[in-house]
């Protein structure tokens, strides 16, 4: 497609790294040379217009206040999925709980319920290759690149190269499943 004259290419990724960690090198290497367009995390206030807009169509009025759904846009640091776990969680728990209103403490409860959640679902899709990295890291605590890739290559049959690997952590640490250093 690349090479076809009147095809023009529009990729769109949340996670550009992970499109093209899997892409052959040569594949990759004509990709690189083009033209991006990044979007920067959601601002507070572009995060409480989308929140608003969830509020009015999925709650009945008064069951959170806007002060609330700043507090939840500010908490959840530009991630609109963030954001949008953290009030369904909050619901849910309010109506859990048998009370008519969301109240901070239930919206407290809801940061790290999400986060958990989000952080599972990440740790879900990860693939076999990158599972085995990752519970070679947690095992370890902390491990130097080289160490890692030689129990990597110890680990499992048929090992992806150094330049995957490196793909593979940056994927992780995006997703905040590692801290690299």
């Given at each position: 497609?690349?090479?076809?004259?009147?095809?023009?290419?529009?990729?769109?990724?949340?996670?550009?790294?992970?499109v093209?960690?899997?892409?052959?090198?040569?594949?990759?290497?004509?990709?690189?040379?083009?033209?991006?367009?990044?979007?920067?995390?959601?601002?507070?206030?572009?995060?409480?217009?989308?929140?608003?807009?969830?509020?009015?169509?999925?709650?009945?009025?008064?069951?959170?206040?806007?002060?609330?759904?700043?507090?939840?846009?500010?908490?959840?640091?530009?991630?609109?999925?963030?954001?949008?776990?953290?009030?369904?969680?909050?619901?849910?728990n309010?109506?859990?709980?048998?009370?008519?209103?969301?109240?901070?403490g239930?919206?407290?409860?809801?940061?790290p319920?999400?986060?958990?959640?989000?952080?599972?679902?990440?740790?879900?899709?990860?693939?076999?290759?990158?599972?085995?990295?990752?519970?070679?890291?947690?095992?370890?605590?902390?491990?130097?690149?080289?160490?890692?890739?030689?129990?990597?290559?110890?680990?499992?049959?048929?090992?992806?190269?150094?330049?995957?690997?490196?793909?593979?952590?940056?994927?992780?640490?995006?997703?905040?499943?590692?801290?690299?250093?």
């Amino acid at each position: 497609l690349y090479r076809i004259p009147s095809i023009t290419m529009l990729l769109i990724a949340n996670k550009e790294h992970e499109v093209f960690a899997e892409l052959y090198d040569r594949v990759r290497s004509r990709l690189n040379n083009c033209a991006r367009i990044r979007f920067d995390p959601y601002s507070t206030a572009e995060l409480t217009g989308i929140l608003g807009d969830r509020v009015d169509w999925g709650l009945e009025p008064g069951v959170v206040t806007d002060e609330q759904v700043r507090f939840i846009a500010d908490a959840a640091a530009g991630d609109a999925r963030n954001a949008i776990g953290i009030l369904r969680n909050a619901a849910k728990n309010s109506q859990k709980s048998g009370v008519d209103t969301i109240t901070m403490g239930l919206i407290r409860e809801a940061v790290p319920e999400t986060r958990n959640e989000i952080r599972q679902a990440d740790l879900d899709r990860l693939t076999r290759y990158q599972r085995t990295l990752y519970e070679l890291i947690e095992t370890a605590g902390e491990i130097s690149p080289g160490d890692l890739f030689k129990r990597y290559e110890a680990e499992v049959a048929n090992p992806k190269s150094r330049r995957t690997v490196r793909n593979y952590l940056a994927k992780m640490g995006h997703y905040n499943l590692i801290e690299a250093d």
